[in-house]
């Protein structure tokens, strides 16, 4: 896929994977539309990826927007597809986690995270079918997680997030084709991003055991996959590295293996 002139939203896409992801399609051509809560943060990404234009007439756009909130999301993408003057890939990389044990975690985490991962995703996917429809063409990519495969103690509040996005993909893959709209999900191992840092902060030692043994990904090295993945158009499954690729073939098969593998970890921490 040649992504030069293409119109291309991404949520979330002011840090970590989603700006990573934006800086490499700019220098491929593409005209962009970030969307991100904070202005601020915004306005630093803007002139990042501003640098790596490949032309000087690129159109390189931010939206401050809660896609946690409906109508919100719905403006934010309203405003984008006018802007650019239409759209042809929309990537949800909008995402929080808040790792801790699930007895002590607040309700209002749980319904956060679902609110941002799942439900944010969901009303961009809404607000920009109508479009790609009425074009007959478009990519939909939503950012899952390895723990979109498989659940991981401490992320009680994440991984549902994240299985859900799956099931959602995988639902809209099929009605979409028909359409000429792409669906492709992506299942990131733990990247350096900002959110890793602070999912650090209140990791349980039983999590920071188990995710320790992988090291982290870089966001640039995660965004390669993702275009890679979207140049491939029969792609669904965007898995990074090895231990994601086998997870996500034979997740069902491996989770007995790894949940006594992690129940060691965990027992070795209590001990």
């Known amino acids: 896929m040649n992504f030069n002139q293409k119109n291309i939203i991404i949520?979330?896409?002011s840090s970590g994977i989603g700006k990573a992801t934006a800086q490499l399609l700019v220098s491929l051509g593409a005209n962009l539309t970030l969307i991100?809560?904070?202005?601020?943060?915004?306005?630093q990404a803007q002139k990042e990826i501003n640098a790596v234009k490949l032309y000087q007439k690129q159109k390189?756009?931010?939206l401050s927007a809660d896609v946690s909130v409906r109508e919100e999301a719905e403006n934010?993408?309203?405003q984008a597809i006018i802007v650019l003057g239409g759209v042809d890939i929309l990537i949800l990389s909008a995402g929080t986690a808040y790792p801790g044990y699930f007895r002590e975690l607040p309700l209002e985490v749980f319904e956060q995270t679902m609110a941002v991962n799942y439900w944010g995703s969901l009303y961009c996917i809404r607000e920009v079918l109508p479009t790609m429809i009425a074009q007959k063409q478009g990519k939909i990519i939503m950012i899952s997680s390895g723990a979109g495969l498989i659940g991981i103690y401490g992320y009680t509040a994440y991984s549902p997030t994240k299985f859900a996005l799956r099931g959602?993909?995988?639902s809209l893959r099929g009605e979409l084709k028909p359409l000429g709209i792409q669906v492709s999900i992506v299942y990131p191992p733990d990247t350096n991003t900002p959110q890793l840092i602070a999912e650090n902060k209140t990791k349980p030692l039983e999590t920071k055991a188990i995710t320790g043994t992988v090291k982290p990904w870089e966001p640039e090295d995660i965004a390669q996959e993702i275009v890679r993945?979207?140049?491939n158009k029969n792609k669904f499954a965007i898995a990074p590295g090895l231990e994601i690729k086998l997870l996500n073939t034979f997740h069902s098969l491996l989770?007995?293996?790894l949940s006594r593998y992690f129940d060691s970890l965990i027992k070795r921490i209590k001990s």
């Open 168 to 170: 959602l993909a995988e």
């Open 60 to 62: 390189i756009f931010t």
């Open 255 to 257: 989770f007995p293996l």
């Open 36 to 43: 991100a809560r904070n202005q601020t943060i915004l306005d």
């Open 76 to 78: 934010a993408i309203k």
């Open 229 to 231: 993945g979207m140049m």
């Open 11 to 13: 949520t979330g896409g």
